[in-house]
């Protein structure tokens, strides 16, 4: 073997410029083969795929439908490659440290992806009951409506997984109920930013304001859920500490997601919302009285668009 080589064992490398490093290689390398170290690799690798397993086995059908879509795209830290870091270590080619780190950094990522899609359709769900309801009704019905949701899907979620009797986690389906609650008060509150189609915009226009609308209504109410997660996490967990640093990430990151769910939402009602005024404005401006009506629908659709474009009329 020529000088200046790099040799990998296992995890360690080992520059061989003399006579001396390469008996030094070989020493490490026979020290390699012996049972006793192979025991202790063979324990980190047992460590390393049953704590894979294990959040494997805690994942719902939220956190399954997300992972087959990434590994099917490649897009973020899919179980394919936690896998692959899996057997990047069993082959000496990272160390021990960075397989756990990929193992740690999927669950965290899973976690996160179901708390923000249960987030995003709890608002969802209470968004429109300040112009439904209005003043306290509002309020009180964002707070029942939005923790029995967030409740109630993290809770099917939960069913879903490999862990038995999972879903009748008491302490878990409070904490919910009580983080759902607060998100459905400030979207039930927030819903009054969503303003009605004005009348002579294109739909595109419709669609502009409903996204504008929508994503600040949404960052609002992801920030307010993302603080009041995290605050009801330290409070009922013994081994967690309060970090200022990480309640302003999980703040930022449901304020931001708060912000595309909300423009997305907003963007689709407010376009469909101006096309329908729109279709309501022309055809009440038809000018042939005389056009056939045929059902009782068409003449539903004609009395309400004589009333909406002629208020004043008795």
């Given at each position: ?11 360690e490398s080992y520059l061989l410029t003399s006579?001396t ?6 020493s ?10 192979d025991?202790?690799?063979d324990?980190?690798?047992?460590v ?13 059908f ?11 795209t ?10 692959e870091?899996?057997q ?10 960075e397989?756990v780190?990929?193992v ?5 990522k899973?976690?996160?992806i179901?708390?923000?899609v ?5 608002g969802?769900?209470t ?10 009704g ?9 923790g029995?949701t967030?409740?109630g899907?993290?809770t ?8 038995a009797?999972?879903?009748?986690d008491?302490?878990?389906i409070?904490?919910?109920g009580?983080?759902?609650?607060v ?5 039930a ?5 969503i ?8 739909v595109?226009?419709?669609i502009?304001l409903g ?6 209504a ?15 996490e ?9 970090s ?10 449901n304020?931001?997601?708060?912000a ?5 939402f907003?963007?689709i ?7 329908n ?13 005389g ?8 003449a539903m ?8 474009n ?5």
């Amino acid at each position: 073997m020529p000088l200046n080589t790099t040799v990998n064992i296992r995890d360690e490398s080992y520059l061989l410029t003399s006579d001396t490093d390469k008996i030094a290689a070989s020493s490490a390398k026979r020290f390699d083969d012996s049972s006793i170290f192979d025991e202790h690799y063979d324990s980190e690798i047992q460590v390393l795929e049953e704590e894979f397993e294990t959040v494997c086995d805690k994942q719902g059908f939220l956190g399954k439908l997300w992972d087959g879509f990434k590994n099917f795209t490649g897009i973020g830290l899919s179980s394919d490659d936690v896998k692959e870091k899996i057997q990047q270590y069993e082959k000496g080619e990272i160390d021990y440290q960075e397989a756990v780190n990929c193992v740690e950094s999927y669950r965290e990522k899973q976690d996160n992806i179901v708390n923000i899609v249960t987030n995003a359709i709890t608002g969802l769900a209470t968004a429109g009951l300040a112009v439904t309801t209005g003043g306290v009704g509002a309020i009180i019905a964002g707070a029942i409506i939005g923790g029995l949701t967030k409740a109630g899907l993290k809770t099917i979620d939960r069913a879903t997984n490999n862990i038995a009797d999972d879903e009748l986690d008491v302490k878990q389906i409070i904490k919910d109920g009580a983080t759902g609650a607060v998100d459905g008060i400030v979207s039930a509150a927030t819903a009054g930013f969503i303003k009605a189609p004005i009348a002579g915009q294109t739909v595109g226009n419709g669609i502009k304001l409903g996204v504008l609308q929508g994503a600040k209504a949404g960052v609002i109410s992801g920030a307010a859920t993302g603080a009041a997660e995290y605050t009801v996490e330290v409070a009922t967990e013994n081994d967690k500490d309060f970090s200022f640093d990480e309640l302003l990430t999980v703040t930022t990151q449901n304020a931001l997601t708060g912000a595309i769910t909300g423009g997305i939402f907003g963007g689709i009602t407010g376009g469909i919302s101006q096309n329908n005024l729109n279709k309501k404005v022309v055809i009440s401006h038809n000018e042939n009285l005389g056009v056939q009506i045929d059902n009782t629908s068409q003449a539903m659709d004609y009395l309400e668009n004589f009333n909406y474009n002629n208020p004043d009329v008795a």
